[in-house]
């Protein structure tokens, strides 16, 4: 199995379990990486650098839909034919 295979067998197995969907209200750290397609250090380093809002539920970190709607949505554009 390639890593990529590995990766996205690993992201459907924590989709299925969380019954996970873009429409919830609150996503966990590893549910937003899954659905975005940004990595968990990368969005871990978001949340330090305060580009992502969070909120903690004892050991859990979330973040609500609106919070990572607005932080996809804040993302710089890729520009083609830059230079």
Known sequence: MTHDAATRE???????RAHC???????????????SGCGRDKLYEAIRDGRLRARKFG???LVTSE?????????????????
């Not at 609150?26 to 659905?35: C, P, R, T, Y």
């Open 10 to 16: 690993r992201g459907a197995e924590v989709l299925d």
């Open 21 to 35: 969907s873009p429409n919830k209200f609150a996503l966990s750290i590893a549910e937003l990486a899954i659905l």
């Open 59 to 61: 050991r859990k970190t």
């Open 67 to 83: 919070d990572a709607r607005a932080f996809l949505d804040n993302l710089p554009l890729l520009e083609l034919g830059a230079k």
